[in-house]
């Protein structure tokens, strides 16, 4: 059996991070704790492109725009989506999931889904790192996991 793994040193990796200025009490939290997670695995500031979009509709394009333009090997996406009275909720958490993945199939660069889904502002500021952990850290760990294991089975 042959195993295929990324070595999570991404000091010589190019990131993209697209975030939602909409909910910016959370997606700043999330923005924090993606850019922990890079620095700390050794990417450098000149290796970090951020991108600040409207919303999270906004969110899939500019990672895609991201990708063809600034040559990145991976893009997180930040946002947060809160549940009101309406099915406005519904329809951009799927439009925005869906965007995400159609960017990544389409492009085969990981982008990574830490855009909040929720039904409260206190769930969205624990998933921000107030109970449950960081989203955005998570997101960026998963950036560079997967942007790693592309670059093993490119050099094999």
């Known amino acids: ?17 697209v ?7 959370i997606t ?3 923005l924090e704790g ?8 050794g990417v450098s500031e000149d290796n970090i492109v951020l991108a600040k979009v409207p919303g999270s509709f906004e969110v899939p394009i500019a990672a895609k725009k991201l990708i063809s ?15 009101g009275e309406t099915v406005h909720f519904d329809y951009l958490a799927w439009e925005v999931t869906r965007g995400m993945d159609d960017v990544a199939l389409a492009t085969g660069i990981p982008v990574t889904n830490g855009v909040l889904t929720v039904e409260t502002v206190e769930q969205a500021m624990n998933r921000a790192g ?11 760990e998963a950036a560079i996991e997967m942007a790693c294991l592309f670059r093993s089975m490119e050099q094999e």
Not at 35 to 41: A, E, F, G, T
């Open 69 to 83: 333009t600034k040559s990145v090997d991976a893009v997180i996406c930040l946002g947060c989506l809160i549940k």
């Open 19 to 25: 975030v939602s200025r909409f909910n910016s009490m």
């Open 34 to 41: 993606a850019l922990d997670i890079l620095r700390r695995h």
């Open 28 to 30: 700043d939290k999330l």
């Open 1 to 17: 059996m042959e195993k295929v793994e990324g070595i999570m040193n991404a000091a010589d990796l190019r990131f993209g991070i």
């Open 130 to 140: 107030i109970k449950f952990g960081n989203k955005g850290s998570a997101a960026a």
